[in-house]
């Protein structure tokens, strides 16, 4: 009789420190749970957009504005949280009638600090101003290296730099859940020894089968011999197999961050960023014609014909070109974007008629020390921008015609204009 209330007591505490511990972890899962949704809430951006916003940013904005550090105008991380959105983008069209006529208390104040005007982005649309502000704040949530204004000369371009207290924050979670676990370990070793110390001092009353488990040991090579373990491992070596299998062939032929050593070393962030000299100056091509050429010397021999040494690499690297250029030798410079024979892309036809800028497929070269290959440049990759991209109307009467007869005045994708047909781009 006794043994039967012991093992009814004992199975009541059990439960309720069951029951107890299991509320506990629900109440901190619910709580990390909730934290970090709320996190990936505020933070949500829309990548579509904010691509498409960084396009503009820099055809329009990067020339006064950067993100980190004052340049004509003030630094531009976390502007969206300073403005309410609709004043944002009124201030952005029209900022000096925005500024004398609204009363915004920010706006006036950031006019006696810089004492001069944005001037006016009428010929923006209200779309593309609100692509312009996800962009801005894509970059406020996680900083690229391209749009802070330097600090690492061009290199890695595309690491992304997290904010302190993300990583605060994650770590913190981190923390908490090794802790929990840690103390749910602890907890149920303790819990065992006790039920088992209990049942051993109580073993002579016990059955043969109770008696069993109390005695039995855990025997590690049992379970490693185990049909179960071997199976499980087996399943897992396999999965990670073919995944790597997986990765390692659909990687092939894939060159993305391919940057070769050239014959002369040459900066496109001095040429192209610290000195803004356009792409299309040397690149002749690339607005005109299916490719963009590799620039001739001659071009070259325009500006270094007087230009004799460089901050960089000083006299001897200009040397070479002008002794090239004198002895009427090309320079072997190493091609680093190579498309299969078995693809046609035009340059012309996306750089003017699709107004699409260099940077969308090459990243930012004005800020590569040594050109690298960008994007992966795969089929997947390019019919998912012409998935995405929406056809640039503006200034052009095919496009403006086009789009009226689908009765459609923006939100056009290539797509629907027979950009996923195979014969665009196989020929």
Known sequence: MSTRKDKTKLNMSFRNTINCFSRLLFIFFLTISVSISEKAQAQEINQALAD???ALFDANCKQCHAFNEVVVGPALKDSHKRWKEGDLIKFILKPQEYITTSGNAYAKQLYEQYKQYMPNHTFLSNDEVKAIVEY????????????????NNGENLNQVVSEPGDSKYSTTILVLVVVVL?????????????????????????????REIVNQKFDIGSVIRSKMFISIVGFIFVCVAVRACWVGLIS????????PVQPIPFSHKLHAGDNNIDCNYCHTGAARGKQAGIPSLNICMNCHSAVTKGPKFGEEAIAQVVKAYE????????????????????????????????????????TMEVVRQHAPLTMGWCVNCHRETVV??????????LLELHNKKSGMKVADIGGLECAKCHY
């Open 327 to 366: 002895e009427n030798r090309p320079i072997q410079w190493v091609r680093v974007h190579n498309l299969p024979d078995l693809s046609y892309f035009n340059h012309s036809q996306h750089v003017t008629v699709g107004g699409i800028e260099c940077q969308t497929c090459h990243g930012q070269i004005d």
């Open 392 to 401: 640039n109307g503006k200034d052009n009467e095919y496009y403006d015609r």
């Open 136 to 151: 801005i704040k894509a970059e406020s949530i996680a900083p690229t290296t391209s749009a802070g204004g330097g600090g």
């Open 252 to 259: 092939v032929g894939v060159e993305q961050n391919y940057a």
């Open 52 to 54: 498409q916003g960084q």
């Open 182 to 210: 840690v103390l749910v370990l602890v907890m149920l070793i303790v819990f065992l020894n006790v039920i088992k110390k209990y049942l051993k001092d109580r073993e002579a009353n016990l059955d043969e089968e109770d």
